[in-house]
């Protein structure tokens, strides 16, 4: 049950450092190596490149997987839609894996990709939270996300699980390949930053209960922006967003903002700036002043070291590839507390199923 919470919702976004400590005791041994099934690994090493296959919430956890495996193992990596790719599906590379990302391993336009590449002789890995599901069941391998069960319709500790195993898998990977970047990335440390800086924002509810109501109370439509990883957990903080408080949200590539979308920015128009990616930090916050110059209000959300003066929130420590583990709990809460002022059910939003189950 939910207990004491008035939504699921915020009870699993409570869950999500308990998440992170139980991803390292169940993929990690006692030296902090991961422990993947040696024939699992063994396919892995044999692809020439890997294709990631999500929906929603799980394809913005496949974006951020693409650079962790691409840095940390040094393979090629494609996301792609299951509802776009099985049916226009692009030229293949010669040895491809498929990673199938599904919270309930029932997602149809997941499955129907699964069917083809399978029927290609390709192999294929489900990494899900239903370790029983339809897609585990049919895949090769399957990798479980240990994030308990997900009530709320709105994904939050899958996303953040999907994220923890990509980054567990990219490193027994690369560590398989001698990277010397899988060397260099302590897994097993990132995993408990990324519960510490979790539980940081999780302990400010008030002040993201103030900043959501102060951005978000009566506006019809808002921005979250933000460069590489950044921009890809802008997605989900607008998803987030959108499918629970219905108001109109995007997430953009904060260098696109001047190719078009600026001109939607008003007296007041809400925009998230994501700033954890020390190489485009400085560009994204020029981006914001382009925003507040005409008249929109900037919620900026930075990494500690590349904090400034009057942001309103700052996150723990953790390597800018895993940020969007810590960001992503604050576009939840606000998403969570705009529903909830707004009086909407939160766990049940208008229109929407928890597991998706029709192409
Ligand atoms: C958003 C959400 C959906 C799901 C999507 C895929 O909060 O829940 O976008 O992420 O329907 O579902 P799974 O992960 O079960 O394949």
Do not use: C, W
């Not at 999500?54 to 040094?74: D, I, N, R």
């Amino acid at each position: 049950g939910k207990g004491t919470y008035p939504f699921y919702m915020l009870k699993e976004v409570d869950e999500q450092p308990v998440v992170m400590h139980r991803l390292a005791e169940k993929y990690l041994d006692a030296k902090g190596n991961v422990v993947l099934p040696a024939d699992l690994l063994d396919a892995l090493k044999q692809a020439d490149r890997l294709y990631i296959v999500a929906a929603g919430t799980s394809y913005h956890a496949g974006l951020v997987g693409k650079p962790l495996f691409e840095q940390l193992a040094g393979i090629p990596t494609e996301v792609v839609l299951g509802s776009e790719f099985g049916y226009h599906m692009p030229m293949l590379s010669k040895k491809p894996m498929f990673i199938f990302l599904s919270q309930s391993g029932e997602t149809a336009d997941s499955r129907q990709v699964l069917v083809k590449t399978k029927a290609l002789g390709y192999p294929a890995l489900t990494i899900t939270n239903v370790g029983t599901s339809t897609l585990a069941r049919e895949a090769d391998f399957a990798l479980e996300l240990y994030a308990g069960p997900e009530i709320a319709v709105a994904s939050t500790k899958a996303y953040t699980a999907q994220i923890g195993v990509e980054a567990l898998v990219a490193k027994a990977l690369g560590t398989a390949f001698n990277q010397p970047a899988a060397k260099q990335f302590d897994v097993a440390h990132q995993l408990a930053l990324a519960a510490d800086g979790q539980q940081a924002l999780i302990d400010q509810k008030e002040h993201l209960h103030d900043l959501a109501k102060d951005m978000f109370a009566t506006t019809r439509n808002a921005f979250f922006i933000g460069r590489g990883t950044d921009y890809f957990v802008s997605l989900e903080a607008a998803l987030k967003l959108k499918e629970i408080s219905y108001v109109q949200a995007e997430g953009f590539a904060a260098g696109e903002l001047k190719h078009g979308t600026i001109a939607l920015i008003e007296d007041n128009t809400p925009v998230v700036a994501f700033i954890t990616d020390p190489v485009t930090a400085e560009h994204t916050r020029a981006n914001g002043q382009e925003v507040q110059a005409r008249g929109g209000k900037v919620l900026h959300i930075a990494a500690h070291d590349l904090a400034k003066d009057g942001d309103e929130l700052v996150i723990g420590d953790i390597d800018p590839l895993l940020s969007p583990l810590v960001t992503i709990v604050a576009g939840q809460l606000l998403a969570y507390y705009t529903s909830y002022d707004r009086g909407y059910d939160v766990d049940k939003p208008r229109n929407l199923a928890k597991s998706v189950t029709v192409e």
